[in-house]
């Protein structure tokens, strides 16, 4: 995940900070040395990180609190705010315009950019309720036009192409003149890329960008890609005037070091983040909410709002009810499992919890294996042995086995899981009648304590 690295060093150092009652100039150069560290480790560009600890002496020292306030919750304040300054301070949207607004993606080939395409058309159709359109200018690549055709299907947009044989600028032009003839709100175009920059490439995005006059260029970056990225931004902006940076494949890198450099050492705002393989997984980059996940204290509006749009509250509300009484059947816990997993993998959601302690790669495996095995025992029984488990005997079991593929020792576990999950329901009532909270049940179940 994002910054995983880097936010483990911080958590550990202000674990550490805690632990002192006071700040002197020594704690703080000691606290600063290993926030430099950190930072280098995390590939963040070296001139960033100076100016980063600069800042963070400065205003520490400038506030004259080393006797008077908890270090720990001082250091935090202050780092927050100026990671936060690094990756932007406020949320940068694309600006859309009256009528039809033009986004032009550029970048370099496998930064991820036409798979973002389809993303940024989910973005646009899906969420924001704008006609969208996405036009396929790389003619170059083998299966690109394929790949974005089925991207933008994915994305519920429309496509446009006309082949691998007509110049791109051609293409530009009739896609922007057939968006406006049919009253589409954006169009995408997806453009070429080199495996690195060169005149060719360069030549082909400025006549683009001349003929068609896109409101926001936007250049991929692959989040991997570390300290080259802000070359290959400062290289395109150059030519192109870009208006803001995309990062591809947040999720796989764990060092974040191209977020926390480029904002500051090109200007260029980031606007979106991916995040995972699926076409909804592009988020809105938020500089403050990333800098809270990235010093560990979660990310709750994320969550909530990736919570509203994957889960029917009415359904939620009426299964909740439901489950508090004791009355909920199996069918009723596959349903609340598939709401969750819409959310996110299980590793994504606990990053977002505040307080909730890492988990490891195995608790996530074997908690996504779990699951699954629910779901096919599930899905073996009969409509009626799902509300009435009761009635199951050996043979139903055997028979539920066998149509899962798995054994009948794993039918007894989702059974017995089941019944306990009633009965803590149950106890929960209770408790919540006599208004006392049940042992091991308070903060966050016995999490962040």
Do not use: C, W
């Not at 009435?388 to 054994?407: C, D, Q, Y």
Request: glycine letters at 8%; proline letters at 3%.
């Amino acid at each position: 995940m994002a910054f995983e690295s880097l936010s483990d060093k911080f958590s550990a150092l202000f674990k550490k900070m805690r632990g002192q009652s006071r700040l002197t100039e020594a704690n703080m150069d000691e606290m600063l040395r290993e926030i430099r560290v950190a930072l280098l480790e995390a590939d963040v560009n070296f001139k960033v990180v100076k100016s980063f600890v600069n800042d963070v002496k400065e205003k520490a020292l400038g506030q004259d609190v080393y006797a008077k306030v908890n270090p720990s919750q001082m250091v935090v304040k202050i780092v927050h705010d100026e990671i936060q300054a690094l990756l932007g301070e406020e949320q940068a949207e694309v600006a859309f315009v009256k009528g039809l607004t033009i986004v032009m993606l550029v970048g370099l080939q496998g930064t991820g950019k036409t798979t973002s395409a389809g993303k940024l058309a989910y973005q646009f159709q899906n969420k924001l309720g704008k006609k969208t359109m996405v036009a396929a200018l790389d003619i170059y690549r083998p299966g690109a036009i394929d790949q974005l055709q089925a991207v933008t299907e994915k994305a519920g947009a429309s496509f446009f192409s006309m082949g691998d044989k007509v110049n791109p600028v051609e293409i530009a032009k009739k896609a922007k003149s057939k968006a406006i003839d049919e009253d589409f709100d954006v169009l995408i175009l997806d453009t070429a890329g080199r495996l690195q920059i060169d005149e060719t490439l360069m030549g082909e995005l400025k006549a683009i960008n001349h003929e068609v006059h896109p409101d926001e260029v936007l250049l991929l970056v692959d989040a991997a890609a570390g300290q080259d990225s802000v070359n290959v931004a400062n290289a395109f902006n150059k030519d192109l005037r870009l208006s803001g940076i995309i990062l591809s494949r947040l999720d796989g890198d764990a060092r974040g070091g191209a977020a926390l450099s480029i904002k500051y050492l090109t200007g260029l705002p980031i606007k979106y983040a991916g995040v995972g393989e699926k076409v909804s997984d592009l988020e809105p980059f938020y500089p403050d909410r990333m800098a809270d996940r990235i010093l560990g204290m979660g990310d709750v509006v994320t969550l909530v709002e990736k919570a509203k749009e994957a889960i029917d509250e009415k359904q939620a509300e009426k299964d909740a009810k439901k489950m508090l009484e004791g009355e909920f059947t199996l069918d009723d816990m596959l349903r609340q499992m598939k709401m969750v997993q819409k959310i996110g993998n299980l590793g994504a959601i606990a990053k977002l919890i505040p307080g909730m302690p890492k988990l490891t790669d195995e608790q996530k495996e074997t908690a996504e294996k779990e699951m699954k095995v629910f779901e096919s025992i599930v899905n073996s029984m009969t409509p009626y042995e799902r509300r009435h488990p009761e009635v199951l005997r050996f043979s139903h079991k055997n028979r539920i086995a066998k149509g899962s593929g798995l054994t009948n020792a794993d039918v007894n576990r989702v059974l017995r899981k089941y019944e306990q999950s009633k009965e803590m329901m149950k106890q929960m009532k209770q408790y919540q009648k006599s208004g006392r909270i049940p042992p091991g049940m308070g903060g966050m179940g016995g999490f962040g304590r």
